[in-house]
């Protein structure tokens, strides 16, 4: 692969079985030079969060993001090659795949709707765009709980200040040139499966030939006394994310829970707020999914901020002067004076109004689905945080993975089995997160890992850290290493084991060499 200049752009030009294509050389989802990413099986997967298009379409074929590459056209002359582009496409660096239009829009709120979809996170917005870019031109209703247009969620605690406009995945226009109907502040009370029929807080009743689910989840928040205080959060709008960030500039912030979205919300604090504490009921941020070698030196680098840790303790009271929270006082019975809480301590399906629908739930309220998306009711499909489902390269373990990347996928399988094309869910899980400029990468699925191989250097933040389970490599995280972690994502999409005794030599050459 070689980017090359064409005076309005570049491109990138690649090489494979000795045949050339010239595409787009930044990935539509956040810019990444496609350059330094993998290319393998006929397409390029994105080094910063896995998105992969085939070279001979610029087709998005994996997530994240929503568009595709634009393809120029290649001709060789006396071994030369010629790339013919338009100074519009060169500069544009992204395609949105043609769709249809609806043909049968509704009159006002007219009470029935072909399909159905129930959130417009990343799931429910790329069912509706699949289904328009398989040719489906019926009415497709998509309804949410928020006051946005669909919006880039995970990026809420990575940038706090950033305001809905700039959050939202597709301007207003395009879900009215391509007939996709959003229904805002819109919440589902319950769902009659039998009579296809839905039915809306507000007493509103919609009729459905098709329905998905894609509730997401619901953030768990502190059972303590004085909980009810005032200037405590969960991060789960733009609006809440801004408050936060307005209430803890020059004052003291807390952040109870040490997970992606607590360390996410603790590193964009640092410079905004006079100081940062994170509590936590673990021994190192992060132990269950990055383990505690990796953890602690995540850790380190907070530290080397300025952040305070308070760990293996958890809340006991928040106090408040005025209704305003003042304090916190911790099991220890420590007490850190604090200005504004976030509470990041993880998060329940958002699937209690389907308990009495007899549409499956399981112990923990998830929703069962098998490779197509289906649940247990006909035409009834689910997808994203609130489904457990069956991942291919693990044995069909039964399995819920509330990444972003992993929504976008199920949404659009949900849509082809819509349209009954039989597909399957197969990708790779694939996850990122950025705090104090550096970006951690992660692909595979580590639950139960027994041992952690780390190649590289923890204290300096540059190493690849591969999760085994037995004899086999289950996931993958790196700092500093691209394109590792799509390396490794590619070789586990092809159905390749990797071996623990691969990995733990140091020899990376098989995994690192150019090419494929």
């Known amino acids: ?32 030079p496609l350059v330094k990413g993998v290319l393998s099986r006929g397409r390029v997967r994105c080094p910063w969060h896995g998105a992969c298009f085939n070279i001979s379409t610029g087709d998005l074929e994996d997530f994240p993001g929503l568009d595709s590459l634009h393809k120029f056209q290649v001709k060789i002359e006396k071994e030369k090659v010629y790339v013919r582009a338009s100074k519009q496409a060169l500069q544009l660096q992204r395609r949105t795949k043609v769709m249809a239009k609806c043909i049968s829009p509704s009159a006002g709120h007219s009470g029935s709707t072909n399909v159905l979809i129930v959130g417009a996170g990343a799931a429910g917005l790329v069912c509706a765009e699949t289904l328009r870019q398989e040719g489906f031109s019926d009415r497709i209703v998509l309804c949410t709980l928020d006051r946005h247009l669909p919006y880039d969620r995970p990026k809420l605690s990575k940038s706090l200040d950033a305001q809905p406009e700039q959050l939202a ?19 589902v009370v319950t769902v009659d499966v039998r009579n296809k029929k839905v039915v809306f807080k507000d007493g509103f009743k919609l009729e459905y030939s098709k329905l998905l689910l894609a ?10 006394k004085g909980k009810e205080v005032e200037n405590v959060f969960t991060i789960r709008t733009p609006e809440d994310a801004n408050r936060v960030v307005r209430l803890a500039r020059g004052r003291n912030a807390i952040v109870v829970g040490a997970g992606f979205l607590g360390m996410e919300v603790a590193a964009y604090l640092t410079e905004k707020a006079h100081s940062v504490s994170v509590v936590e009921l673990e021994e190192t941020p992060f132990r269950r999914f990055l383990g ?5 030196a995540l850790m380190k680098m907070f530290e080397n901020n300025g952040v305070k840790f308070y760990m293996q303790t958890e809340v006991l009271e928040l106090r408040a ?4 929270l003042k304090e916190v006082v911790l099991k220890s019975s420590k007490v ?18 389907l308990r009495q629908s007899g549409i499956g739930l399981d112990s923990r309220g998830f929703i069962p689905v098998n490779k197509m998306m289906q649940t247990n009711v006909p035409g009834v499909f689910a997808a994203g945080d609130a489904v ?12 819920n993975i509330p990444h972003w990347q992993m929504a976008h996928a199920q949404g659009r399988v949900a849509a082809q089995n819509m349209l009954a094309q039989e597909a399957e869910i197969s990708t790779v899980p694939y996850l990122w997160t950025a705090m104090f400029g550096k970006s951690l990468r992660y692909a595979g699925y580590g639950e139960g890992f027994d041992d952690v191989i780390i190649q590289g250097d923890l204290e300096e933040l540059k ?10 490599v289950i996931a993958v995280a790196s700092m500093n290493y691209d394109p590792i972690v799509s390396k490794v994502a590619e070789v586990l999409g092809s159905g390749r084991a990797i071996r623990k005794r691969e990995v733990e030599t140091g020899d990376m050459s098989w995994l690192t060499g150019k090419g494929s």
């Open 215 to 224: 509730p997401g989840s619901s953030p768990k928040t502190l059972s303590c």
């Open 292 to 296: 505690e070698r990796v953890g602690r």
């Open 388 to 399: 457990t489902f069956p991942l291919a390269w693990r044995n069909n373990r039964k399995v």
């Open 169 to 187: 995945l597709r301007p207003k226009e395009f879900f009215r040139a391509y007939g996709i109907e959003v229904l805002t502040e819109a919440q």
């Open 463 to 472: 190493f690849v850290a591969f999760y085994t389970k037995g004899d086999e």
């Open 321 to 324: 002067q005025e209704g305003k």
């Open 1 to 32: 692969m070689r980017e090359v200049e064409l005076g309005w752009g570049k491109v990138l030009l690649v090489k494979d079985n000795g045949e050339f294509h010239a595409l787009g050389h930044k990935c539509p989802h956040y810019g990444a």
């Open 336 to 353: 850190i004076r604090a200005d504004v809480c976030v509470v990041g301590i993880g998060a329940v399906p958002a699937t209690g109004f």
